[in-house]
């Protein structure tokens, strides 16, 4: 199966510190795949810089076979980007934002129409349509900008941190557009640190530590490897492996 | 007594809160005193030797009403708003078991400490003219008096409507806030249209307040009837505000505490540069702007990309206020500068003054379109859209704002003048070209990691240093210009290189911020 997103020897640091040291990914086309990990094990980063607003120290990424490096235009169209603490131009109401969203991103005017009305009605923000965003909550922010990304119809939809601050009919919703797009052959790959939601949603995972990928594949082949028995959950599995990291790093 | 203490210094601690965290908080002070204290020396000597010559004193007891007033009313309508408290009072204070009458008393003490700080220029300006007119204690202590009774009936006056607002809420409470405000500005309205009525001519508390400070400072004899009128109107406004007292006390006791009535709203410190405090400030600016900036909409319509995006900028400086700020700057200097001109023979030095600030124009729309976008720049960077598109919308909008305001503010006062505006025009132009590229070059560069943190006021500084700098030859040329009398066919040969050179720095900068957006990293 192709892979989608292909991320080989990834480095990243900050000053003194290695967000990411040797990062390997694979995503593969169809699939809701979950990057999981402690708090500062690099999960933001590593999405940070596939979406293109962090660089890389070392390291190469490519999106549907397309190198961000040679064809960065080409390869963000394939991309929409939700991150953790969403910060949308309070000025324009939920509409503007979406043309906008959707004209720097060259979607076609009929096109554009339709989709704004059809993800309106999803997110339940129709009557939203002429609001200013200042005055939405957060989890109308949140749909907002989750419209906003889905509106050039991307091959890859990243999110980071998806379900904070969404009400429980918000979050039907968003896993009912999650399975949709696999239908329709197009991937999610979402960070988050709510094992249970991992669980629940994604067909695999892949657990980060110290900005190293740990495990990565469905929760049977993780609970094989780490050895946790039939029963165990992603929590088990992802404290075990985890932990084992760790002792491997004092050894 | 211990629990008033610590309220009152818990809220000096937090008003002055910007003071002691941040260094730019400290440039602001520095640039706060060095602008205030020319001003106050200047406005005292001017006052003495008012005085020394002789003033005519109903002429000044109307002036100085009208500035107490229109002072007294802008604080009045924000009794409009109710009683109010800030969000960390709420938080903080109102889950504590807090009496409201010490609340209450603790927040008056603070206000009277936070303004007696901030109101020092005016100690120089009351000392320089006590000791230059060599008034006696009696009379200083009787301007002092005076000035200290009829901030306390301001205040009094502002927290007990704002108290019954919140109390009643009801439109009566609102429609008298009104009509207090319309009785105090009525003179000054009438005086400016028909120039018969005044405030010296009825008895208002600015008026006997200002006739006695003026009486006193001039050593002329004081009627004791202008004394028990002030203290007349200082006792009605203690009563009325001791009586407000009253109701929060009775709805202390009666378990319906002040609490619920107190609307939240965000403090905003004096001097605070921070981001979180110009956020702040933009929301309230966003929620109060967009109501008129509504009728200019972002559509699905346009067919180029370059166009949307300068629509798009268009509605944000609407929204935002920014078009409103240098609506608001353009207006303010036509009127010093048309009040101040001496002749109509000053009339070129004028249109010049009006250009010559031309340059502050970009550094003022740069500033908020920092505070308001620099967040938001996830959204192209990831959507695979050409950076040079948003710079070029930026740049362009700008130059148009930047240009068209004062551009058509000189037109009309050269047609009402007759007289030409071609220097004006060029040197507005040149300001604007040059000024938007390098502010936009400058927020480029205070957008790498490191450089993140500056506040935005200092970035604004170093953006129109370098303007200054750069704009200088255009200076020369009109100058030169209104000095040297050119005629009007070299003033023409002059102002093509001139702008050529405005492009050509434009250009310069345009290729610099290019090469800067393909490195933009956004941690």
């Known amino acids: 199966m192709p892979a989608i997103l292909q991320l080989v020897d990834v480095w990243k640091s900050y000053d003194e510190v290695k967000a990411?040291?040797?990062?390997?990914?694979?995503?593969?086309?169809?699939?809701?795949?979950?990057?999981?990990?402690?708090?500062?094990?690099?999960?933001?980063?590593?999405?940070?810089?596939?979406?293109?607003?962090?660089?890389?120290?070392?390291?190469?990424?490519?999106?549907?076979?397309?190198?961000?490096?040679?064809?960065p235009y080409e390869y963000k169209r394939l991309i929409g980007y939700v991150p953790e603490s969403v910060s949308l131009p309070d000025y324009l109401t939920v509409e503007e934002l979406l043309i906008y969203s959707g004209k720097i991103r060259k979607v076609p005017n009929e096109v554009l129409k339709q989709r704004i009305d059809s993800y309106l009605k999803i997110f339940d923000l129709e009557e939203k349509r002429k609001t200013l965003i200042l005055q939405l909550s957060r989890g109308m922010k949140q749909k907002t900008a989750m419209a906003s990304a889905?509106?050039?119809?991307?091959?890859?939809?990243?999110?980071?941190?998806?379900?904070?601050?969404?009400?429980?009919?918000?979050?039907?919703?968003?896993?009912?557009?999650?399975?949709?797009?696999?239908?329709?052959?197009?991937?999610v790959f979402l960070s988050t640190h709510m094992l249970d939601t991992a669980e629940r949603m994604c067909n695999r995972v892949a657990i980060i530590h110290k900005g190293k990928n740990v495990a990565t594949g469905d929760l049977r082949h993780l609970r094989r490897l780490?050895?946790?028995?039939?029963?165990?959950?992603?929590?088990?599995?992802?404290?075990?492996?985890?932990?084992?990291?760790r002792m491997e790093k004092k050894e | 007594m211990s629990i008033f203490r610590d309220l009152y210094m818990f809220k000096v601690k937090v008003f002055l809160g910007a003071l002691r965290s941040s260094k730019s908080s400290l440039l602001l002070i520095a640039i706060y005193v060095l602008g205030l204290l020319p001003s106050?020396?200047?406005?005292?000597?001017?006052?003495?030797?008012?005085?020394?010559?002789?003033?005519?004193?109903?002429?000044?007891?109307?002036l100085f009403s009208i500035i107490l007033n229109v002072i007294f009313v802008f604080l009045l309508l924000f009794s409009l708003r109710g009683y109010v408290a800030y969000e960390y009072e709420q938080n903080v204070i109102f889950t504590s078991p807090v009496d409201p009458r010490t609340y209450l008393l603790a927040s008056l003490l603070t206000d009277i400490t936070a303004i007696s700080i901030f109101l020092f220029p005016a100690y120089l300006f009351l000392i320089i003219i006590i000791v230059s007119l060599q008034l006696s204690v009696l009379s200083t202590a009787m301007v002092v008096t005076c000035l200290i009774l009829v901030s306390f009936f301001i205040y009094f006056i502002k927290t007990s409507l704002s108290i019954l607002e919140s109390h009643l809420q009801n439109i009566i409470i609102r429609a008298i806030i009104v009509l207090v405000a319309a009785l105090l500005l009525f003179p000054a309205v009438e005086y400016a249209l028909q120039h018969q009525i005044g405030y010296s001519k009825l008895p208002y508390p600015s008026t006997l307040v200002t006739e006695i400070v003026l009486r006193s400072i001039q050593g002329s004899p004081l009627n004791p009837m202008l004394i028990f009128g002030v203290l007349t109107y200082f006792s009605l406004s203690l009563i009325l505000f001791l009586h407000c007292s009253k109701i929060i006390l009775f709805l202390h006791c009666s378990k319906i505490d002040i609490y619920r009535y107190a609307k939240p709203i965000p403090l905003v410190s004096p001097f605070d540069t921070s981001m979180r405090t110009q956020t702040i400030k933009t929301g309230q600016n966003?929620?109060?702007?967009?109501?008129?900036?509504?009728?200019?909409?972002?559509?699905?319509?346009?067919?180029?990309?370059?166009?949307?995006?300068?629509?798009?900028?268009?509605?944000?400086?609407?929204?935002?206020?920014?078009?409103?700020?240098?609506?608001?700057?353009?207006?303010?200097?036509?009127?010093?500068?048309?009040?101040?001109?001496?002749?109509?023979a000053a009339f070129p030095m004028l249109l010049f003054l009006l250009s010559f600030y031309a340059f502050l124009v970009p550094a003022m729309l740069m500033s908020n379109w920092r505070i308001v976008e620099q967040d938001l720049l996830w959204i192209p960077i990831t959507a695979g859209l050409d950076f040079v598109f948003i710079t070029k919308a930026i740049m362009y909008t700008f130059v148009?704002?930047?240009?068209?305001?004062p551009a058509i503010l000189i037109l009309i006062l050269s047609v009402v003048n007759n007289f030409e505006p071609i220097t004006s025009l060029v040197l507005v132009a040149s300001s604007s070209i040059i000024g938007s590229s390098i502010n936009l070059y400058t927020a480029m560069e205070f957008l790498s990691k490191k450089r993140r943190a500056t506040p935005s006021i200092m970035i604004s500084y170093v953006a129109m240093f370098l303007s200054g700098l750069l704009i200088s030859p255009v200076y020369i040329y009109a100058l030169a210009n209104i000095f040297l009398g050119f005629d009007i066919l070299i003033r023409i040969v002059f102002a093509v290189p001139t702008l050529v050179y405005s492009v050509a720095i434009y250009r310069v900068f345009s290729k610099k911020i290019e090469r800067k957006a393909l490195n933009i990293e956004l941690s």
């Open chain 1, 20 to 71: 990411l040291c040797g990062l390997n990914l694979e995503v593969f086309r169809g699939e809701i795949f979950g990057l999981v990990g402690p708090n500062g094990a690099g999960k933001t980063t590593c999405l940070k810089i596939i979406v293109g607003l962090l660089k890389m120290d070392k390291g190469s990424i490519m999106v549907n076979g397309i190198d961000p490096t040679i064809h």
């Open chain 1, 150 to 187: 889905l509106i050039h119809d991307p091959d890859l939809l990243i999110l980071d941190e998806p379900l904070i601050g969404i009400d429980p009919a918000g979050q039907h919703a968003i896993k009912q557009i999650f399975n949709k797009r696999v239908e329709e052959n197009k991937t």
């Open chain 1, 226 to 245: 780490s050895e946790t028995g039939e029963d165990a959950t992603l929590e088990e599995v992802f404290l075990k492996l985890t932990e084992e990291t």
């Open chain 2, 40 to 62: 106050s020396v200047g406005m005292s000597l001017t006052v003495v030797n008012l005085v020394k010559g002789g003033i005519d004193l109903t002429t000044y007891v109307d």
């Open chain 2, 286 to 344: 966003i929620r109060f702007f967009s109501k008129v900036g509504s009728y200019i909409s972002l559509n699905i319509e346009s067919k180029s990309l370059q166009i949307f995006l300068i629509k798009k900028e268009i509605v944000r400086m609407t929204r935002d206020g920014s078009f409103f700020i240098v609506l608001l700057f353009y207006v303010l200097l036509s009127i010093i500068s048309f009040l101040s001109r001496s002749s109509e």
């Open chain 2, 400 to 405: 148009i704002t930047g240009f068209t305001v």
